[in-house]
Nanobody, 112 residues
C-alpha cells in the first residue's frame, strides 16, 4: 500500500505561481507513474499532469505551457509547478500513484 501526502496549496492572485508537493511512503518501489488530478466544485475529477519514469510527461490541454510536473526519487516526492494561474485553476488537487492510491488533496484558490 502506498500513502501519499500533498502540500503547497493556498490562495494566490491570478497570474501568480504555486508549487505543490506530494510525498510517497509505504510500498513505493513499484511506483512508475505519478499523476496530479484536480476537482473543482460541481465538476468531475480530471487529470492535470502525469509523469512516467523520470521524464515522460503528459499534460491536460488547459495547463500546457503553464504547469510542470517533476519528481525527485531520492526524496520520494513529485512536484507540480503551476505558473500563470487562472481563476479556472481553482480546485482541490490530488496526487495519485497511477493506480488506486490517492492523497487527501490540497486546495488551490486563484482569486483577486
Amino acid at each position: 500500500q502506498v500513502q501519499l501526502v500533498e502540500s503547497g496549496g493556498g490562495l494566490v492572485q491570478p497570474g501568480g505561481s504555486l508549487r505543490l508537493s506530494c510525498v510517497a511512503s509505504g510500498s513505493i518501489f513499484s511506483i512508475i507513474t505519478m499523476a496530479w488530478y484536480r476537482q473543482a466544485p460541481g465538476k468531475q475529477r480530471e487529470l492535470v499532469a502525469r509523469i512516467v519514469g523520470g521524464s515522460s510527461t503528459t499534460y491536460a490541454d488547459s495547463v500546457k505551457g503553464r504547469f510542470t510536473i517533476s519528481r525527485d526519487y531520492a526524496k520520494r516526492t513529485v512536484y507540480l509547478q503551476m505558473n500563470t494561474l487562472k481563476p479556472e485553476d481553482t480546485a482541490v488537487y490530488y496526487c495519485n500513484d497511477g493506480k488506486d492510491s490517492w492523497g487527501q488533496g490540497t486546495q488551490v484558490t486563484v482569486s483577486s
